[in-house]
């Protein structure tokens, strides 16, 4: 299978690159090499490329010429470094999204795999003794700048449980990024219905492991500790480091797109479907920056009680369906691949201004 992957250079695509490789399939990468995801000196795909923004639509369309299937990993990730960031994210995540079904719509390519994110969520699953199932809504900032983190039930202000969330739960997006994922959601599930064209959108958890950018606002909360272990400085763990998310290995979220992408000529023409894609068991963020820390030999993390607007307090996911559905399964465990990261090589991009505009081209994730 001829597979097209946006964003095929960066930190997850280039592991979805060898993957497909590995397993006799013809990846070609459509990538923006930017400094600002790669460096001053980026090292090339390592599969025939393009080198082209994917909202060049000339581009896209030569980069589809005789390709069976689409795996679109090209986005502007990350919280970001203020509001100002929201028309980067928004040009990159879904006018790209945009250029690149309207393309596949003329070449009459089919089908397509998508990087979604866990943060169309907003909050996760939450269940109050009193209450059952509830959703707390955004968490004010006067709460957070006193120190409550946890959410609270709505009806009665007690301390919530918190759970896996399913798919079905309802998107709350709460910060630009996730606004523009779930719109990358709905531009593909509408490309489906207009040409008969199959999508899965694999939601992906906390990806960490080889080859995260270094030194960058735009990446994961794993990235920042590496980065602050490289300069020999003490992990800063936001709030009180106790909040849940599922950290997911890079290569197993790359083995998902490969199981995805083989199973999408089985699923029915026009539907969109959904698959969260994470370990399933959690950990806090205190737990991550702890064992980085100690894999790493560098000093302990330093937990600030900062915030930031727009962050949740837990989100973890459960990912049964993409086991049930397709077959998949974790292979990476968090101790092993924590201790893998400690010792790999990041991504170097430069510190100087990454603010999304002009870098928030589609340079991958």
Not at 114 to 128: I, K, P, Q, T
Not at 194 to 207: C, I, Q
Request: aromatic share 6%; proline share 7%.
């Amino acid at each position: 299978m001829r597979v097209l992957v946006t964003g095929g250079a960066g930190f997850i695509g280039s592991h979805i690159v060898a993957a497909l490789s590995a397993r006799g399939h013809e990846p070609v990468v459509l990538d923006a090499l930017l400094p600002s995801a790669h460096g001053a000196a980026p090292t090339p795909p390592a599969a025939p490329w393009i080198h082209a923004d994917v909202r060049d639509a000339d581009a896209v369309a030569g980069a589809l010429r005789g390709v069976d299937a689409v795996c679109h990993q090209a986005a502007m990730v990350g919280l970001g470094k203020d509001f100002a960031d929201a028309p980067g994210y928004v040009a990159c995540n879904d006018l790209g999204t945009a250029t690149l079904l309207a393309a596949m719509a003329e070449a009459g390519v089919r089908h397509l795999v998508l990087a979604g994110s866990m943060v169309v969520y907003g909050e996760g699953r939450y269940d109050c003794g009193r209450h059952g199932r509830v959703a707390p809504g955004p968490r004010a900032a006067a709460d957070l700048a006193a120190g409550r983190f946890e959410p609270l039930c709505p009806s009665c202000g007690e301390r919530l449980a918190p759970g896996l969330v399913g798919e079905d739960a309802p998107a709350d997006p709460r910060n630009v990024y996730a606004a523009t994922k779930l719109a990358q959601e709905h531009l593909a599930a509408a490309w489906a219905r207009a040409v008969d064209g199959r999508v899965v959108g694999l939601r992906y958890h906390n990806v960490y492991g080889p080859g995260m950018p270094r030194d960058t606002p735009y990446a994961g909360v794993a990235s920042f500790f590496r980065s602050s272990l490289a300069r020999g400085q003490a992990p800063r763990v936001f709030e009180d480091g106790g909040q849940r998310r599922d950290f997911v290995h890079v290569r197993d979220v790359a083995a998902a797109n490969v199981l995805a992408l083989t199973a999408l000529a089985e699923r029915a023409p026009g539907g969109f479907r959904a698959f969260n894609t994470g370990s399933g068991t959690p950990h806090t963020i205190g737990e991550m920056a702890t064992a980085l820390a100690a894999a790493y030999g560098g000093p302990a993390p330093v937990v600030t009680g900062e915030y930031r607007l727009g962050d949740v307090r837990h989100i973890t996911a459960s990912s049964e369906r993409l086991r049930t559905e397709l077959g998949w399964r974790p292979e990476v465990e968090f101790a092993a691949g924590v201790a893998e990261f400690a010792r790999a090589a990041q991504r170097p991009v430069p510190v100087p201004d990454q603010r999304a505009t002009p870098a928030a081209l589609a340079a991958g994730k």
